[in-house]
């Protein structure tokens, strides 16, 4: 099915790695030009040679409010519009309630929730202006169902889901569309993996609340329990965000899309 991206704009925050490059990836493929604004720049810069045509890659750190919007300026600067905007940026900090610290809750609700509202803010102004626009977050299962031992970031995640349908109700009279995809776990694979799972404390509780020793035992504890016996691949989450910024999915709007084959987390 052609998507009908060819020379759409692209911002996708947080392409430089993870489940994000392989977002910006497919759009590149489907004939979107690509920006890629990314805390690590080397990465985000290597990403956008690999897409090419015309893509490219800059710094920037999604807690720093004039950072987002001199990085959607030069987006709009590049490629004369906005057409698209995706947010993978999210940090998963795992602890337990007596262990969650004042730093922890500070960077975790900094960069997942005000950072993706700047995201917002940023990104629909000029989509506005062109009476035209897709902006997709991407969430977690556990901002559908609470975590044990992730509550700092189920919150974060539970808020993107918040501000995305008020920010599509909100837009939506301008032709701008806002929704939220919600991954299960994605475990590491391929070229460019979800960092996510490099993180001991998250592998640790999260191997502790399924009574396994390790990563390995974990995915396939949690594969067995999945309606269909697999995981989410970032294949599944690119291909679905590509969908909902193309003008194909032009009445979805304000919406949370579960991608979990069925199952939700522990
Ligand atoms: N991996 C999973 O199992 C999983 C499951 C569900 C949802 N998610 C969500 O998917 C999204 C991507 O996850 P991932 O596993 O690919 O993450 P990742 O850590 O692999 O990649 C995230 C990218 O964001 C960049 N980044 C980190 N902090 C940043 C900041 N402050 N400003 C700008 N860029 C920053 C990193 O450099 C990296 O390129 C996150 O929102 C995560 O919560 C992941």
């Known amino acids: 099915m052609d998507l009908q991206l060819k020379d759409h704009a692209a911002i996708v925050f947080g392409g430089g790695g993870g489940i994000g490059c392989h977002i910006a990836r497919v759009l590149g493929a489907e004939g979107a030009r690509v920006a890629i604004a990314d805390r690590d ?10 897409i090419g045509g015309g893509a490219f890659g800059m710094a920037c750190d999604l807690s720093d409010r004039s950072q987002v919007r001199a990085a959607v300026d030069r987006t709009v600067e590049r490629f004369g ?16 309630l007596p262990d969650i610290s004042d730093r922890d809750v500070d960077i975790t609700f900094s960069v ?18 062109g009476g035209y626009g897709r902006l997709v977050f991407i969430g977690s299962g556990s901002g559908m169902k609470g975590s044990a031992g992730l509550s700092v970031y189920s919150a974060s995640k539970f808020f ?8 599509g109700l909100e837009v939506g009279p301008a032709g701008v569309t806002c929704n939220v995809v919600c991954p299960s776990d994605v475990y590491p694979e391929g070229d460019a993996p979800a960092q996510t799972w490099q993180d001991p404390t ?14 390995d035992e974990l995915r396939r504890k949690r594969i067995a329990k999945n309606p269909l016996r697999r995981a989410c691949t970032v294949q599944d989450v690119a291909s679905l965000t590509a969908f909902l910024c193309s003008p194909l999915a032009g009445f979805i709007n304000a919406q949370t899309i579960g991608l979990n084959g069925g199952g939700l987390p522990t």
């Open 41 to 50: 720049e080397a990465a985000a810069c290597r990403e956008a040679e690999r």
């Open 81 to 96: 519009r906005l057409q698209i905007c995706v947010q993978s940026v999210g940090l998963t900090l795992a602890n337990y």
């Open 112 to 129: 997942n929730m005000r950072g993706s509202l700047w995201v917002a803010q940023a990104a629909v102004e000029p989509m506005r202006q």
């Open 160 to 167: 993107i889901r918040g501000l995305a349908q008020a920010v």
């Open 202 to 215: 998250l592998v640790r509780i999260s191997c502790e609340k399924e009574g396994v020793a390790d990563l």
